[in-house]
């Protein structure tokens, strides 16, 4: 199946800092990107949806000031958390789609970020 | 997104077939209903998705009653490496743009040796 391969793993950061997130899909065009974050024992929720050349949409209650994403090319997406804070410590997750609306979506192996 | 219910956790013997079943009542005619599993500290990974009728492949079955409210993802030999939390999603095919899968709470499967 597809590969989507996130970078880093794992980060532990400073608060205040700002940390940025690769998604990449290795060997198919991803036209649209998903952000997830997930905390401990908790489900999956979806911040936003990036789409190829243009602005991300973000979820009801999730700062597009606070977390940039941008998905420059087909097959790179970002998650920048600006000056991060302990309360962003969490699991980020990426998925990646070609775009055609009726297949499977594949995810990335996850970051977990840890702001001291 | 129409919304989905499954039991929280379920056990399952190793060698058995674990049956995970979900409710999506509130179904619509032109949304899928897709299977995900998340190992611990990873990423999901897909199993399996259908539309109406009954579907298998390598790693599952899904079973979608005649009404659509109702599926059963079936793993035929349940293993260890089987344990996990199961996701039950409902997403609309829009043909044109990716559509998004917003996660329920999922099934924690437990398979005991």
């Known amino acids: 199946g597809a590969v989507v391969s996130q970078h880093p793993s794992r980060v532990i950061c400073k608060s205040g800092t700002s940390v940025k997130i690769e998604c990449r899909s290795l060997?198919?065009?991803?036209?649209?990107m998903f952000w997830y974050r997930q905390f401990p024992k908790q489900s999956l929720m979806l911040m936003a949806t990036?789409?190829?050349?243009?602005?991300?949409?973000?979820e009801q209650g999730v700062e597009k000031d606070k977390f940039l994403i941008n998905h420059a090319s087909l097959t790179l997406s970002t998650l920048t958390v600006t000056s991060a804070h302990p309360e962003d410590s969490s699991f980020y997750i990426c998925?990646?789609?070609?775009?055609?609306?009726?297949?499977?979506?594949?995810f990335g192996s996850g970051t977990q970020l840890s702001v001291l | 997104d129409a919304k989905t219910t499954q039991p929280p956790s379920m056990d399952c013997a190793e060698g058995r077939a674990a049956n995970l079943p979900c409710n999506h009542s509130?179904?619509?005619?032109?949304?899928?209903v897709y299977w995900y599993r998340q190992i611990h500290s990873q990423g999901p990974q897909y199993i399996i998705h259908?539309?109406?009728n009954n579907e298998t492949n390598e790693m599952a079955s899904l079973i979608i009653t005649e009404d659509r409210k109702s599926s059963t993802l079936i793993l035929p030999h349940a293993t260890l490496r089987d344990t996990a939390v199961y996701y039950c999603?409902?997403?609309?095919?829009?043909?044109?743009?990716?559509?998004?899968?917003?996660f329920g709470s999922g099934t924690r499967l437990s398979i005991r040796p």
């Open positions: 990036s789409n190829e050349g243009s602005k991300a949409t973000y």
């Open positions: 060997d198919f065009q991803a036209t649209t």
């Open positions: 998925s990646a789609s070609v775009g055609r609306g009726d297949e499977k979506l594949f």
């Open positions: 259908g539309l109406k």
């Open positions: 999603i409902v997403r609309v095919k829009t043909g044109s743009s990716a559509s998004k899968i917003i």
């Open positions: 509130t179904i619509s005619g032109n949304e899928y």
